[in-house]
């Protein structure tokens, strides 16, 4: 089945009768404000003022059903704007009450705006009747929260990546230290993060505690923990290479106790990583289709935990196309007349999933060999080659479909299905 974003629009303002009562909130930290309209735009009854509690969203529910029956509405579309993580429990408020919830593009709001008064001017007030007229007139999409596994991915991927954004800032630090007080260090231990050299750097970071110690002494520490793998060379190297260092030589004790600092974040996170992505396996483990999904050449754990965190449950998508349009990778082009302009992507989606499936695809045009051939195919085609960054975009989107067929069908990863398009190229010129 092919989607269509002309039929879809079409089902959204089909969904707004003339018995649906249309509400528009802007959101905020603390207040909110809410406004309703009917199908024609016509404001019904005063707006709502509301906190965000309790008491605030249940006046909230208390004033539609008022307005509900005094226009004699038989239905509720309740819409926002979606700014910040402010929204989540009033979604999740009404989605309990059965309250239909559906957002707004921010973008949409800032350019409509002018269209309610002809004037720039931006307020709460003003904000909530912009958002339920674009409602009315179709101009909204409807939210997935996530929910059980789903909602579990989520949390632990954002985490995750908020974790290794600290974890790759200790790494850098680390290598700073090196590069001032024992620049030579890492000709000796060509990985830091190994068991050995982490002993060495907890027992005697500095050059000066490294010649004070010896040789044999450096080693004798070593074996206390590590029984293979280093010997008496590999301490005599660095004994050497800690005798003609020209580290920094003032400041050594404040410098052991930075160094010794660093060490303990560094494990701190490591260890929050290693957790996070245990449960991540246990969650991947309980939902339909991953496996099948990790079986392909150059995918992993993060990819597909990440993909399903920002996607959410497959089934509610009919097609693949839907979640392109989601990660903003379908392509738009401003023509005019003659004129016709360069095609590239939206970016009206998820960042976050976009950068997550070019992380993927930059190593699978190299070890995948049904995504290299797409990638040769596509950038020395003969009509119409795409430029490698071109070629890049188009395997996302391939790899989008990918992941929803296997996901939804429950199929084993098929690399004939994959290069379906290459093989029909070669076919037409073997006829040819």
Same mark, same amino acid.
Request: glycine share 6%; net charge positive.
């Given at each position: 089945?092919?989607?269509?974003?002309?039929?879809?629009?079409?089902?959204?303002?089909?969904?707004?009768?003339?018995?649906?009562?249309?509400?528009?909130?802007?959101?905020?930290?603390?207040?909110?404000?809410?406004?309703?309209?009917?199908?024609?735009?016509?404001?019904?009854?005063?707006?709502?003022?509301?906190?965000?509690?309790?008491?605030?969203?249940? #006046?909230?529910?208390?004033?539609?059903?008022?307005?509900?029956?005094?226009?004699?509405?038989?239905?509720?579309?309740?819409?926002?704007?979606?700014?910040?993580?402010?929204?989540?429990?009033?979604?999740?408020?009404?989605?309990?009450?059965?309250?239909?919830?559906?957002?707004?593009?921010?973008?949409?709001?800032?350019?409509?705006?002018?269209?309610?008064?002809?004037?720039?001017?931006?307020?709460?007030?003003?904000?909530?009747?912009?958002?339920?007229?674009?409602?009315?007139?179709?101009?909204?999409?409807?939210?997935?929260?996530?929910?059980?596994?789903?909602?579990?991915?989520?949390?632990?991927?954002?985490? &995750?990546?908020?974790?290794?954004?600290?974890?790759?800032?200790?790494?850098?630090?680390?290598?700073?230290?090196?590069?001032?007080?024992?620049?030579?260090?890492?000709?000796?231990?060509?990985?830091?993060?190994?068991?050995?050299?982490?002993?060495?750097?907890?027992?005697?970071?500095?050059?000066?505690?490294?010649?004070?110690?010896?040789?044999?002494?450096?080693?004798?520490?070593?074996?206390?923990?590590?029984?293979?793998?280093?010997?008496?060379?590999?301490?005599?190297?660095?004994?050497?290479?800690?005798?003609?260092?020209?580290?920094?030589?003032?400041?050594? #004790?404040?410098? #052991?106790?930075?160094?010794?600092?660093?060490?303990?974040?560094?494990?701190?996170?490591?260890?929050?990583?290693?957790?996070?992505?245990?449960?991540?396996?246990?969650?991947?483990?309980?939902?339909?289709?991953?496996?099948?999904?990790?079986?392909?050449?150059?995918?992993?754990?993060?990819?597909?935990?990440?993909?399903?965190?920002?996607?959410?449950?497959?089934?509610?998508?009919?097609?693949?196309?839907?979640?392109?349009?989601?990660?903003?990778?379908?392509?738009?082009?401003?023509?005019?007349?003659?004129?016709?302009?360069?095609?590239?992507?939206?970016?009206?989606?998820?960042?976050?999933?976009?950068?997550?499936?070019? &992380?993927?695809?930059?190593?699978?045009?190299?070890?995948?060999?049904?995504?290299?051939?797409?990638?040769?195919?596509?950038?020395? #085609?003969?009509?119409?080659?795409?430029?490698?960054?071109?070629?890049?975009?188009?395997?996302?989107?391939?790899?989008?479909?990918?992941?929803?067929?296997?996901?939804?069908?429950?199929?084993?990863?098929?690399?004939?299905?994959?290069?379906?398009?290459?093989?029909?190229?070669?076919?037409?010129?073997?006829?040819?």
């Amino acid at each position: 089945m092919k989607y269509k974003m002309k039929q879809k629009q079409n089902q959204r303002i089909t969904r707004i009768t003339e018995d649906t009562l249309v509400i528009g909130a802007d959101i905020a930290k603390k207040i909110h404000v809410a406004r309703a309209v009917d199908f024609r735009g016509i404001e019904l009854g005063k707006d709502c003022v509301f906190y965000n509690d309790q008491e605030g969203l249940t #006046r909230l529910v208390t004033w539609m059903k008022e307005l509900q029956e005094v226009h004699l509405k038989t239905d509720i579309v309740f819409g926002i704007e979606p700014t910040g993580h402010y929204w989540f429990p009033l979604a999740a408020f009404l989605e309990a009450r059965d309250i239909k919830i559906v957002i707004v593009n921010p973008h949409h709001v800032n350019k409509s705006k002018e269209l309610e008064d002809n004037s720039p001017t931006k307020s709460d007030y003003k904000d909530a009747k912009v958002i339920a007229d674009l409602i009315r007139n179709g101009k909204y999409s409807e939210p997935k929260l996530p929910a059980m596994e789903y909602a579990e991915l989520r949390i632990l991927m954002n985490f &995750r990546e908020k974790v290794m954004v600290n974890l790759n800032q200790v790494k850098a630090r680390v290598h700073n230290w090196f590069d001032r007080y024992f620049p030579e260090y890492l000709s000796v231990f060509k990985d830091w993060e190994g068991k050995t050299s982490l002993m060495t750097m907890r027992q005697f970071p500095t050059p000066e505690e490294i010649v004070s110690t010896g040789a044999r002494g450096v080693l004798a520490h070593w074996k206390t923990e590590v029984k293979r793998g280093v010997g008496i060379k590999r301490a005599e190297k660095l004994f050497a290479t800690a005798g003609i260092s020209i580290g920094l030589t003032e400041g050594l #004790r404040a410098a #052991r106790l930075e160094l010794l600092s660093l060490l303990d974040q560094y494990e701190l996170f490591s260890k929050q990583v290693e957790t996070t992505m245990k449960q991540v396996m246990d969650i991947l483990s309980e939902i339909p289709g991953t496996m099948q999904m990790l079986n392909i050449p150059g995918v992993g754990a993060v990819t597909v935990a990440g993909f399903l965190a920002e996607v959410g449950d497959l089934s509610h998508y009919d097609h693949g196309q839907q979640i392109i349009r989601l990660a903003g990778l379908n392509l738009k082009e401003n023509s005019s007349g003659k004129r016709k302009g360069k095609t590239g992507i939206t970016k009206r989606g998820r960042s976050r999933l976009r950068a997550l499936l070019f &992380r993927c695809v930059m190593p699978m045009v190299a070890k995948n060999e049904e995504f290299k051939a797409l990638h040769k195919y596509f950038t020395t #085609r003969s009509q119409n080659p795409l430029k490698k960054k071109q070629s890049l975009i188009a395997l996302c989107g391939k790899l989008i479909r990918v992941l929803h067929t296997l996901g939804t069908k429950e199929i084993e990863y098929n690399a004939n299905e994959v290069l379906g398009p290459v093989r029909q190229a070669q076919l037409q010129q073997i006829a040819a």
